[in-house]
């Protein structure tokens, strides 16, 4: 009896070269529907499945592959004599190689204006049920998921390498696609039952790129995207120069990007080691980023720069003035594309930057799980703020305590930032107390600070660092509020004429 192969697939990339490799390898060939024509149409020699099975395909090719002779015919273990009799028995004659790829249930949900039913007509019943009945079975059936396995997969068959290894991986992969489509699928379904936090949580991610290492050079590590997320991901950028990304550049520049969506205004934002040292908004896109250059020019060395704008050949020459290992834009002008390549290794990523439609979730491992947590996309305005003490902020100063909050935000707990003319001039991050934060963001600042204003991510637990924000001439004070000892800080502010407000918010970042 000659050996079969059943090949249904929707990507039909290749699958005619295939198939004749098979056919030549003594193959018979089953397939069902588009595939059956497409193969039919180049010359090959195939049955359909119905032909097989005695039952024709129905309900709009819903039902086809479901059937015994089909589902007999992968998972009978020829090493079991009992499976081959039972085989026998009943008609069922083997099925040795598996070609299943899927309906495009992800560029379905890409689709622009996509109705409920096509998703759901989408979703491809028959063919993971064949690759996990196949999978199951791996030391007798061949399962191939994947075209660019298929000049592998042929060259083995013909030189008789089918072995028990690779037969092993080809179904390690059909798994872990099965459990892709599946997670993608229960992911449509979550947005569409309002389900935040179900008993499961089931996510999937694809390979963008292998890593050189991880944090650091004895770990490995890898990237890979979330294929149904559309909102600004480092994993749609493109490269334009510079060589590949590392670890610590791609959390690096995430943070930017987040950061770089609080603000509508021409902005630029610098970042090292998670943290914004220094952001700028400007009227122009090279006025923006020379006051995020300003803000701290000994910590940006290094580190890396989003801007909400075009690089033109103004920003290029200033960028082009110190080391950096990113610039991020939405595009880059001829010009300054000339300029910045001068630079062979400086990384240039062209990213369309938009606004998420819907809430992302953020997954933070921990020892033995994950936690879950929305985004934080909360945000205030001049209506959300509540003045604490006798003195109000002045229209200025309201205008830099609201971007100080936006920035501080993003800043690693405990955080204090002080801004001016819309410019971060201080920035405390993650120190064990507040106050500690505070000394750092006023050393920073130096005379600066004068005239600034101060942003905290959480209410004063004490007057400490308001007392230190006095002495350091700061006039205006952005903070949560909430703390039992918020007169404390009052008070303290009142008695030298410095403006507080709360937010009613905080902005914890671990």
């Known amino acids: ?72 015919g992968l998972l009978g273990k020829r090493s079991n004599p009992e499976h081959m009799k039972q085989m026998k028995e009943n008609n069922i004659s083997p ?21 409920k039913e096509e998703i759901i007509e989408n979703i491809d019943i028959g063919g993971p049920t064949m690759l996990r009945s196949a999978a199951k079975n791996f030391e007798d059936v061949a399962v191939v998921v994947d075209p660019s396995d298929y000049d592998s997969v042929l060259e083995a068959i013909q030189e008789d390498k089918l072995d028990k290894e690779l037969l092993q991986q080809l179904a390690a992969k059909v798994f872990r696609h099965t459990a892709n489509y599946d997670a993608m699928i229960s992911q449509y379904f979550m947005g569409e039952t309002k389900e935040e936090f179900p008993e499961t949580y089931t996510v999937t991610y ?37 060589k590949e990304l590392s670890y610590n550049n791609i959390q690096d520049a995430s943070a930017a990007l987040e950061i770089l969506a609080e ?16 952001i700028g908004v400007a009227e122009t896109i090279s006025g923006a980023f020379g006051r995020a250059y300003d803000a701290d020019p000994i910590s940006i060395f290094g580190g890396i720069v989003a801007c909400n704008r075009e690089i033109d050949v103004a920003t290029a020459e200033k960028l082009s003035e110190i080391f950096l290992e990113i610039v991020i834009a939405p595009g880059f002008t001829k010009d300054a594309l000339e300029v910045l390549t001068r630079k062979k290794n400086i990384r240039l990523l062209e990213l369309e930057l938009k606004k998420s439609e819907t809430a992302t979730k953020k997954l933070t ?22 003045v604490a003490t006798k003195r109000k902020p002045t229209d200025a100063e309201l205008e830099n305590l609201l971007f100080a909050w936006r920035a501080v935000k993003h800043v690693k707990s405990n955080a204090i ?8 001039i201080g920035v405390g991050a993650g120190q064990m107390n507040r106050i500690g934060s505070a000394n750092i963001a006023i050393e920073q600042a130096g005379e600066k600070a004068k005239g600034a204003v101060l942003a905290s991510d959480a209410f004063f637990p004490m007057p400490d660092t308001v007392e230190a924000a006095v002495k350091a ?28 407000v709360y937010t009613g918010m905080r902005h914890f970042k671990h």
């Open 206 to 242: 694809e390979k963008v790129q292998d890593l050189r290492y991880g944090e650091n050079p004895h770990q490995h590590a890898a990237f890979y995207k979330n294929p149904t997320d559309k909102s600004t991901s480092l994993a749609t950028a493109k490269q334009l120069h510079g």
């Open 473 to 500: 001439g700061i006039t205006a004070i952005i903070q949560p509020g909430g703390s039992k000892r918020d007169q404390d800080s009052v008070d303290v502010c009142d008695e030298y004429g410095i403006a507080m």
């Open 95 to 115: 099925i040795d190689v598996v070609v299943v790829n899927l309906y495009p249930f992800k560029q379905t949900l890409e689709k622009d204006n996509v109705s």
């Open 417 to 424: 930032l002080l801004a001016k003319d819309n410019q971060t």
């Open 365 to 386: 491992t921990v020892s033995g799980g994950v936690l879950i947590q929305n985004s934080d996309n909360g945000t205030v305005t001049l209506d959300d703020l509540t």
């Open 263 to 278: 603000y509508n205004d021409p902005a630029a934002v610098a970042v090292k080691h998670m943290n914004p040292c220094g």
């Open 1 to 72: 009896m000659s050996k079969r192969a059943l090949i249904s697939v929707s990507d039909k990339s290749n699958i005619e070269d295939f198939a004749k490799g098979l056919v030549e390898a003594g193959y018979e060939i089953i397939s069902t529907g588009g595939t059956l024509r497409a193969l039919v149409n180049a010359g090959i020699k195939a049955k359909a499945v119905d032909e097989i099975t005695g039952f024709p395909e129905i309900m709009d090719g819903r039902v086809k592959t479901l059937h015994p002779f089909v589902h007999g």
